[in-house]
């Protein structure tokens, strides 16, 4: 059994670690719960509207059913940023493995695999799933390459204030730009053998190395963030 570890890394192009922190089973089974009493409640509602509608009424109850049970879940996580109302409450999110937003096909995929997860009752192959695999994937997220991690609140750009910003020595491409702005908002989640790693990359520029290089880097970051 490959050993259980909550943190799932993901290393971009430019050479930035992004990290995220997986939810097991307990709150992914909290956020379910929460979401089955929502659909209930709805159906129930529902029910009592169209119970004078006769053989209509029945229909339109299994009509919604049907749409609850299988395209509640995918349209939350792809147009509520990953999140059912469960999810949200409890402060987690679906993102594809790369921790990008889910796409369609990608929450389509896991949440048709449910029902396999089911087997043989109450979730056993999906929780079985889940603790024997490293990232906490069931069945449905294996095959649709999707996570469920905790969903940090949105932060705002976050410059050091101790930095002087000062403008690049030479014009930026793009992809320069993004970097070091990443590497400056990332500065507390990187270790410092990490921060002097990445900032030798751009040592051709600054013409600068070791920790002088990182605070040089720093007050360009505040600079391209808008800091005066």
């Known amino acids: 059994m490959e050993q259980l570890d909550t943190l799932h ?3 971009t192009p430019e050479g930035i670690d992004l990290q995220s922190e997986l939810a097991g089973p ?15 409640l709805i159906l129930t509602l529902l029910s009592i509207v ?22 509640y879940p995918v349209w939350f996580e792809v147009y509520r940023n990953g999140q059912t109302p469960g999810k949200k409450y409890m402060g987690i999110a679906v993102v594809n493995d790369d ?7 990608s929450s389509i995929i896991r949440n048709l695999l449910r029902f396999v997860d089911f087997l043989p009752f109450g979730y056993l192959a999906g929780l079985t799933t889940m603790v024997l695999t490293r990232r906490f994937q069931r069945l449905g997220d294996l095959a649709a390459g999707s996570l469920v991690i905790y969903r940090n609140p949105t932060r705002e750009h976050s410059a050091l204030r101790d ?6 020595p030479v014009p930026l ?3 320069d730009q993004i970097a070091i702005i990443a590497f400056t908002e990332r ?9 002097e790693e990445l900032a030798d990359i751009l040592s051709e520029i600054t013409h600068k190395r070791g920790d002088k290089n990182i605070r040089y880097l ?4 505040n600079w391209l963030l808008g800091v005066r």
């Open 218 to 221: 720093r007050s360009i970051g």
């Open 173 to 175: 491409s793009v992809e």
């Open 9 to 11: 890394l993901v290393e």
């Open 187 to 195: 500065h507390q989640e990187l270790s410092a053998a990490r921060q």
């Open 26 to 40: 307990v709150v992914r089974a909290l956020a379910y719960l929460i979401d089955i009493l929502i659909r209930s």
């Open 99 to 105: 921790l990008t937003p889910i796409t369609l096909s």
């Open 50 to 71: 169209l119970a004078f509608a006769g053989v209509a009424g029945v229909g339109g109850i299994l009509i919604v059913s049907f749409l609850l049970e299988w395209f």
């Open 163 to 168: 930095e002087t910003p000062q403008p690049p």
